[in-house]
T-cell receptor
Framework: GNSVTQMEGPVTLSEEAFLTINCTYT??????LFWYVQYPGEGLQLLLK?????DKGSNKGFEATYRKETTSFHLEKGSVQVSDSAVYFC?????????????FGTGTLLAVQP | DGGITQSPKYLFRKEGQNVTLSCEQN?????MYWYRQDPGQGLRLIYY???????QKGDIAEGYSVSREKKESFPLTVTSAQKNPTAFYLC????????????FGQGTRLTVV
């Protein structure tokens, strides 16, 4: 079945460091890919998405490129801030019939230190 | 403001009791979902609904029940048959067409005491 694998955390960085969180997927067909962010005690917020191969999603300085050849959707940011500390989830849309269910990775905790 | 409202934010249940978690959306979305979040396990799908009066089991439906009598509402009941109900529960909604993102509520933390 479809699945998402994320790098395990926690990832601890100093402010202004470069961030990469790896995400790879297994899927039949051509799923859409998403990154969500979760701050402590809250729900998930969509960070960015890509719907087809070679698409680049971007938002708030974060970027991810849909790489079909490597089945990857790695999240990057050039200079992290303390306020970026959160859990990041990679997800894909599971097109089972006409539904739009999301399958999530296990999440990666990012801690940014001043 | 449009969004998804879950209530209550915290809920305590005694063993053997059923409890119902509320989820309401005013985004005019057809599809709604319930996920369970446990530490280190990501989110797992409990139930989902694409249209009023219809819903399907997700990956971990045992011990849970839902209803979808109105487009705006998708309550989740955690029954006494759920052996390990302590978790963070997230409700989401989306448009029914493919490739669209889901929008999440703020979650309900359920604790069995």
């Amino acid at each position: 079945g479809n699945s998402v694998t994320q790098m395990e955390g926690p990832v601890t960085l100093s402010e202004e460091a470069f961030l990469t969180i790896n995400c790879t997927y297994t899927a039949t067909g051509y799923p859409s890919l998403f990154w969500y962010v979760q701050y402590p005690g809250e729900g998930l917020q969509l960070l960015l998405k890509a719907t087809k191969a070679d698409d680049k999603g971007s938002n708030k300085g974060f970027e991810a490129t849909y790489r079909k050849e490597t089945t990857s959707f790695h999240l990057e940011k050039g200079s992290v801030q303390v306020s970026d500390s959160a859990v990041y989830f990679c997800a894909l849309s599971d097109r089972g019939g006409a539904t739009n269910k999301l399958i999530f990775g296990t999440g990666t905790l990012l801690a940014v230190q001043p | 403001d449009g969004g998804i409202t879950q209530s209550p934010k915290y809920l305590f249940r005694k063993e053997g009791q059923n409890v119902t978690l509320s989820c309401e959306q005013n985004l005019n979305h057809d599809a709604m979902y319930w996920y369970r979040q446990d530490p280190g396990q990501g989110l797992r799908l409990i139930y989902y609904s694409q249209i009023v009066n219809d819903f399907q089991k997700g990956d971990i439906a045992e011990g849970y029940s839902v209803s979808r009598e109105k487009k705006e509402s998708f309550p989740l009941t955690v029954t006494s048959a759920q052996k390990n109900p302590t978790a963070f529960y997230l409700c989401a909604s989306s448009m029914a067409r493919l490739n669209t993102e889901a929008f999440f509520g703020q979650g309900t933390r359920l604790t069995v005491v």
